[in-house]
C-alpha cells in the first residue's frame, strides 16, 4: 500500500519536497541576513498553511478557528522555544547573525508531511473533510507549525528592537 502511495504521488511533489529540504538545508548553517530576509520565509509558510486550510476546508468557521488558534498559541508560546540561540542584531549593517540550526528544515518538513498526509486521507476517505474532528486537527496542524515559524522571526525582531 505505501509503495502504491508513493508510486501514485505526482512527479512535482518530489520536486517541491526537494526545493523544501534545500531550503530547510541552507538554514543549518552559519549565515548573515537582513531583518527583511529573516521575515519572508515565516510569511511565506504562514500564507501557504492558510491556502491549505482554505483549499481543503474552504472557509469554514472551525477550520479557520483552528488554524487561527494553532498560529496564535504557537507564536505566544514558542518564541522563546524556537528564538536562535545565539543570534546577534549586527547595528551598524543592519542584518542578523544567525547560527546554523536544523529546526527550520523540521518545521518545513513538518509541514509537508501534514499536507500530504492530508492529502493521501483525502484521496481515501473523501469524506474526511466534512468532519469535524479532521478539520481542527489539521487547521490547528497547520496554524501550529507555521506559527512556530512566525514565533521565531517575531523573536529575531524583539532582538533587534533590544539592542
Known amino acids: 500500500m505505501l509503495m502504491g502511495i508513493l508510486g501514485g504521488t505526482p512527479a512535482w511533489v518530489w520536486g517541491l519536497l526537494a526545493l523544501l529540504v534545500a531550503l530547510g538545508l541552507s538554514q543549518t548553517v552559519p549565515r548573515r541576513v537582513t531583518a527583511r530576509r529573516a521575515t519572508i520565509l515565516p510569511a511565506v509558510m504562514v500564507a501557504l498553511s492558510a491556502s491549505g486550510v482554505l483549499a481543503t476546508f474552504g472557509a469554514r468557521p472551525?477550520?479557520?478557528a483552528a488554524w487561527a488558534a494553532g498560529l496564535g498559541l504557537a507564536?505566544?508560546?514558542?518564541?522563546?522555544?524556537?528564538?536562535?540561540?545565539?543570534?546577534?542584531?549586527?547595528?551598524?549593517?543592519?542584518r542578523f547573525e544567525l547560527p546554523g540550526?536544523?529546526?527550520?528544515?523540521?518545521?518545513?518538513?513538518a509541514i509537508f508531511?501534514?499536507?500530504y498526509g492530508v492529502g493521501v486521507s483525502l484521496a481515501f476517505t473523501p469524506?474526511?473533510?466534512s468532519q469535524l474532528p479532521f478539520e481542527a486537527a489539521v487547521g490547528l496542524a497547520y496554524g501550529g507549525f507555521s506559527g512556530l515559524f512566525a514565533a521565531r522571526a517575531i523573536a529575531l525582531r524583539r532582538l533587534a528592537v533590544r539592542t
Do not use: M, T
Request: proline share 5%; charged share 15%.
Open 127 to 129: 469524506s474526511l473533510v
Open 101 to 109: 540550526s536544523w529546526l527550520p528544515l523540521g518545521l518545513i518538513l
Open 75 to 94: 507564536i505566544q508560546l514558542g518564541q522563546d522555544a524556537v528564538a536562535p540561540r545565539g543570534a546577534r542584531w549586527l547595528a551598524e549593517s543592519a
Open 62 to 64: 472551525i477550520a479557520l
Open 113 to 115: 508531511c501534514v499536507k
